[in-house]
């Protein structure tokens, strides 16, 4: 059986007594790219926010590689681009230095920038387009380029895992493009991506999974047929019994989810 990259049973989340997540159970294997779909409100960001510990669970339990998230340690295996850049005060960080952060996981708190750390963040600021603005603080940029950023931050810590909050939101078309043919190759590569939409657009062809969720619930769970002795755990049944069945073809079914 493989190590499944995150593993949520029963899992709950309420906010002030009001449930948001109501007992997900939720398998992510090594390879998969994931799309959590679902209308405005429905809890796909929350679930994505309890899958890595932000949000703590109220009831259930996850598991990222094995580990509840509170004693996850290897956190350079997963990189995470949350829905939009956040700005703070005092000094303007460059669009370099805010890439370069993506690296912290992977150094030892007294080694010095490594060629290899150089080299990453040189090639995610490549991978985004962003090589000729590598100077420039954050807050110049445009939100798209803002979201490119975030991207080439979590490239740059050359995760296993990649973890995507609606990468493609409120982005352009060419960005979009971008997005996709970057992830297409991360796909190649064998890594493994989570993220949340509210349509597909072109990242449609890498899907290979779409995740319904209605409020707080697992609606539609899709994908290929597994061979036997894959990571899911034995038992767990990813056709949930009240889940609703796509209108059309696959996706085109679950971008509908989202209106």
């Excluded at 950023?149 to 352009?172: H, K, N, Q």
């Amino acid at each position: 059986m493989s190590e499944t990259a995150f593993a949520m049973t029963d899992g709950r989340v309420s906010f002030d007594g009001k449930p948001v997540l109501r007992g997900i159970d939720l398998t992510v294997c090594p390879g998969e790219v994931v799309a959590l779909l679902g209308a405005n409100g429905s809890g796909k960001s929350t679930l994505v926010r309890a899958l890595l510990g932000i949000t703590p669970l109220t009831g259930g339990s996850t598991l990222m590689y094995g580990s509840p998230p509170g004693r996850f340690r290897d956190w350079w295996r997963i990189g995470y681009v949350p829905q939009r850049l956040q700005v703070g005060g005092g000094v303007p960080a460059t669009v370099r230095e805010v890439v370069a952060s993506g690296r912290i996981a992977r150094q030892s708190r007294f080694r010095r920038t490594s060629p290899a750390d150089k080299a990453a963040v040189a090639d995610a600021l490549e991978a985004v387009r962003l090589a000729d603005r590598a100077n420039d603080p954050v807050q110049s940029l445009s939100g798209g380029q803002q979201q490119r950023v975030l991207i080439a931050r979590a490239l740059a810590g050359e995760p296993d895992t990649y973890v995507m909050d609606e990468p493609t939101a409120g982005v352009d078309a060419d960005t979009q493009q971008l997005l996709a043919d970057t992830l297409a190759g991360l796909v190649r590569d064998g890594k493994t991506v989570v993220l949340v939409a509210h349509e597909l657009g072109p990242l449609e062809p890498i899907i290979t999974r779409g995740v319904v969720i209605r409020e707080g619930r697992v609606a539609h769970d899709g994908r290929p047929p597994r061979p036997e002795g894959d990571c899911a755990r034995p038992g767990h049944e990813h056709q949930h019994p009240h889940a609703a069945t796509p209108a059309a073809g696959p996706l085109t079914g679950w971008q509908g989810e989202a209106p």
